[in-house]
């Protein structure tokens, strides 16, 4: 389990200006870090000797670690407390690991402590000039909505990689369960070896869906990354054809972060 500890206590009186500014500054290191990691260091790694695989690793390292640094940011400003159930448990050959997305920044949790993984990432991150050059380097896979993308994530995964997938497609609407798009599900029948849910909660919620950076909650936000049960695809793929085990494995996985995720 990652713990944070020894939380930065702030007097009561200037709390949530200060809150407010490390936010603010949060954001700000953010596009910072990802033009330095687009201009300097990914270009620097990749003028060392190794093949593709070899570079990619690389890369992903990197972000991994830059993201590491930046929640370290987050925690030590006073803007976040944060706690990481069963981390060890993630970032095994051909697992996919699904999980919920309340908040903005639950991806650079995952990515942070999972130093060699693939991801699906939103396309607008491909054009954004802080993320393009880091989500090429390290091969992320854009959901484009191309017809090719689940066949890409599935074969990702017989190679034997780490995918992390947010089923959801968004972020979650504040007071509204989340809603499993499919896709997930018949990526996983289609490549993963294992399935590894992970249930994130943010509280109280910020940064979530339509939500401007600056409304930050009264009181400091604490992320929890809780890691369930290994879900075994062959016990959905036996007996039913592809549409159908894909359809009810969305269901069991909607059914049981509904469960836990209520209070």
């Known amino acids: 389990m990652d713990l944070a500890a020894n939380p930065i206590r702030h007097s009561s009186a200037g709390n949530h200006l200060w809150r407010l500014f ?3 500054a949060s954001f700000v290191l953010f596009g910072v870090g ?3 990691l687009r201009l300097i260091v990914l270009p620097l790694l990749g003028l060392l000797p190794g093949d593709t695989l070899v570079r990619q690793r690389r890369a992903r390292a990197a972000i991994s670690k830059a993201f590491y640094l930046h929640v370290q940011f987050m925690y030590r400003s006073g803007v976040l407390d944060y706690e990481f159930q069963g981390i060890d448990r993630l970032g095994r050959p051909g697992q996919m690991i699904i999980a919920n ?4 920044i639950d991806v650079v949790f995952l990515i942070a402590h ?22 090429q380097r390290a091969r ?7 017809p090719d993308m689940l066949e890409q994530a599935a074969s990702v995964l017989r190679a ?3 995918l992390i997938v947010f089923p959801e497609g968004t972020r979650t609407t504040p007071n509204q369960a989340p809603v499993f798009h ?3 599900s018949a990526i996983a029948l289609r490549g993963a070896r294992v399935i590894t849910p992970v249930f994130i909660t943010v509280e109280p919620t910020t940064l979530t869906k339509a939500e401007p950076w600056y409304r930050i909650p009264a009181r400091r936000v604490r992320v929890t990354l809780r890691v369930g049960h290994d879900i075994a695809p062959e016990t959905f793929n036996a007996a039913a054809p592809l549409p159908i085990a894909s359809r009810r494995l969305n269901a069991h996985l909607h059914t049981l972060f509904l469960r836990e995720l209520l209070p």
């Open 114 to 135: 999972i130093r060699d993984a693939n991801c699906i990432v939103k396309q607008g991150l491909w054009r954004n000039p802080c993320t393009r050059g880091p989500v």
């Open 101 to 104: 997305h309340p908040s903005l």
């Open 160 to 162: 034997g990689e780490t």
């Open 22 to 24: 490390a936010t603010g």
């Open 34 to 36: 990802g033009l330095a």
């Open 182 to 184: 499919r896709g997930a």
């Open 140 to 146: 992320y896979i854009s959901n484009n909505g191309s």
